[in-house]
C-alpha cells in the first residue's frame, strides 16, 4: 500500500525542547516537502528537498532544521529557536523533475503543541 | 512574494447546489492544483491541471487552467454533505509550489 505516512498525529511538547516530526514515503518519489499550517491559513513551505542529500529552505525556515539522509525519509526538526511552534505540520511528496510532476501527495499530518 | 487570491472565503449552501470557487494570481505558472482538506487531515489532490486551457472532470468536479496562465476555477455540482472541506487552489512551476488561502465549503442538508 503506497503513500505518505507521518507520526505521530498528536505531539506535546514543553517550551525550549526541540522535537522531531517523522515523515516516511514509499512512493519512490524523489522530491518531499514540509509544510506549516495555521488556524485558517493556507500552507506555509518551511524547507524542501529535490534529492536526497540534499535540501532548501522554503519561505518560513527559521527555527527548523531538516535531514535528508534516505530518499524515503525527511524528517523535520522544531528547534527551541522556533518562535511559535504550535501548528498543524504537513509532509509531502512529489515525484520531482519537470513540470507535469509538480503534482504533490499529502500525509496525514502532525499535530504539534508546545505547552 | 508570489501570491494566490482565491475566492470566495467561505460558502455556505444548499445541498444540491452548484458551487464555484476561484483562483488569481499575477504571475504565469506551468500548474494548477486543487486539493480538499478535511479537518484534522492532509490535503488531498482532486484535479491537476498542466495546459493553458485544459478542462478537467472529475465525477462531479470540474476544474480549467485559465487561457493566460494565471487563474484557475473549481466548479462542484449538485453539492452533497460530504463535499463540506476547505477546498485549496496551488500553483507552481518547478519545485516550489504555493498555495491559496483556502475556501471553506459549508453545505446544509
Known amino acids: 500500500d503506497g503513500g505518505i505516512t507521518q507520526s505521530p498525529k498528536y505531539l506535546f511538547r514543553k517550551e525550549g525542547q526541540n522535537v522531531t516530526l517523522s515523515c516516511e514515503q514509499n512512493?519512490?518519489?524523489?522530491?518531499m516537502y514540509w509544510y506549516r499550517q495555521d488556524p485558517g491559513q493556507g500552507l506555509r513551505l518551511i524547507y524542501y528537498?529535490?534529492?536526497?542529500?540534499?535540501?532548501q529552505k522554503g519561505d518560513i525556515a527559521e527555527g527548523y532544521s531538516v535531514s535528508r539522509e534516505k530518499k524515503e525519509s525527511f524528517p523535520l526538526t522544531v528547534t527551541s529557536a522556533q518562535k511559535n511552534p504550535t501548528a498543524f505540520y504537513l509532509c509531502a511528496s512529489s515525484i520531482g523533475g519537470g513540470r507535469a510532476t509538480n503534482t504533490q501527495y499529502f500525509g496525514p499530518g502532525t499535530r504539534l503543541t508546545v505547552l | 512574494g508570489q501570491q494566490l487570491n482565491q475566492s470566495p472565503q467561505s460558502m455556505f449552501i444548499q445541498e444540491g447546489e452548484d458551487v464555484s470557487m476561484n483562483c488569481t494570481s499575477s504571475s504565469i505558472f506551468n500548474t494548477w492544483l486543487w486539493y480538499k482538506q478535511d479537518p484534522g487531515e492532509g490535503p488531498v489532490l482532486l484535479i491537476a491541471l498542466y495546459k493553458a486551457g485544459e478542462l478537467t472532470s472529475n465525477g462531479r468536479l470540474t476544474a480549467q487552467f485559465g487561457i493566460t496562465r494565471k487563474d484557475s476555477f473549481l466548479n462542484i455540482s449538485a453539492s452533497i454533505p460530504s463535499d463540506v472541506g476547505i477546498y485549496f487552489c496551488c500553483s507552481g512551476n518547478t519545485g516550489k509550489l504555493i498555495f491559496g488561502q483556502g475556501t471553506t465549503l459549508q453545505v446544509k442538508p
Open positions: 528537498s529535490q534529492i536526497v542529500n540534499d535540501f
Open positions: 512512493l519512490n518519489h524523489d522530491a
